[in-house]
Every structure is written in C-alpha cells, then in structure tokens.
C-alpha cells in the first residue's frame, strides 16, 4: 500500500454561521495548523443542509488518524458527537495532471 | 448565500488501481482540466474499500454543478451508476489561517 500524503474529508452537523462563530473559531484554526503532519485546511460550509467541515491534507494517514480522533474530542466537548471522516490516498499522476495542490509526489502513488 | 468556489467531493465504487487505469485515465483528465470553472482536482483513491473520486475545486457552484452532471454520465458509460457528490462552500477567512490552495478570497464567504 502506497504511503504518503492522505486528503480527509471531515463533515459535521453544524446550524451557526455567523461571522462571530468564524471569530471564535480563529484560536482553533491556529491550533489546528500546529498540528503534526499537518499542511493545510479548507474550512467547508454547506449553509443549507446544516454541515460545517473541512478537506485537510496531511502528510501521512498515520498523523491524520492522530489528528481526527482528537478533533473528534474537541467536537464531542462542544456538543457534536456525529463526525465523518473519510480518508482518501492520492493518485500521484494524474494529480499532477491537474494542478493538485498536494506538492511534489513520487508518482506510483 | 455566499458566491465564490467551492469544493467537490466525488465518490464511487472503484477495484481497478492498476498502473494501466491510470494510464488509460490521462486522456479523461487532460479534458477534466479544461471543464469550465475547473481550478484543480486531487484524485482519491481508498484501495481497501474500493473507492476512487476526487477532491475539486472549483470557481463558483454553477460550473460545479455543470461538471458533476457531466461526470455522472461519462462514469454511467464506464458502468459506474453510483457516485456521490457533495459540494461544500468555502469560510475563507479560516481557511486563510489554514494555508488553504484556495487562492484569494474575498472575506466574509
């Protein structure tokens, strides 16, 4: 099994989003970007169906796996218990095909 | 509700990760890539579960939505009948904190 950088995909139920939430959820984001492995974030919204996230991309599934389940304990202590987490390997080649924003891979992956 | 891009997240069943799909799927992302709206796409792969799709982003929910429709028949043909795909929006201003391949972003989406 090819190792390297994996993509999650997090996505909870979530019904505020203010512009006061984003403010309180600055610290956090801090927080997050300090996290090992980590390399970056794009916080999601779906405004209409009520869910909040994020696609992350870590630079092994190992250190994703730390950093979820974690986040699964920040949520579960701010009241959300339902969390997804769908983790994702990357095909290297055809990435690259599409300006994929994942770094330089060794293809086979 | 917020313009601007967003992100896919596209999914289905998938057991061929050979070198030759991947070979034989370069032509399909060279003309992913000149889809209208495309900015990037990393192509996920989950080989245990046999999943295979892509994280996009893209310019603005209308040209991703063009795209997904004409993805679901073009995977249809392939006898992939089955593909989920959530489209998130994006909070630009945690993102940024985060390092987000999200370009600039007007903040406030």
């Known amino acids: ?17 203010s512009a006061e939430r984003t403010e309180a959820l600055k610290p956090m984001a801090e927080e997050i970007g300090r996290a090992p492995g ?3 974030k794009i916080w999601t919204e779906d405004r209409q169906a009520g869910r909040a996230g994020g696609v992350y ?7 994703a796996e730390t950093y979820v ?8 202590k701010r009241g959300v218990h339902e969390m997804v987490a769908e983790y994702r390997s990357i ?12 770094g330089q891979l060794p293809s086979g992956q």
Chains 1, 2 share one sequence.
């Open 1 to 17: 099994m090819a190792d390297g950088p994996v993509v999650i995909f997090v996505d909870f139920a979530n019904h505020d989003f």
């Open 38 to 40: 980590f390399l970056w």
């Open 57 to 63: 991309l870590f630079s092994s599934r190992a250190l």
């Open 69 to 76: 389940e974690a986040h699964r304990l920040r949520l579960a």
């Open 91 to 102: 095909n290297a080649t055809l990435s690259a095909i599409n300006h994929a924003p994942v």
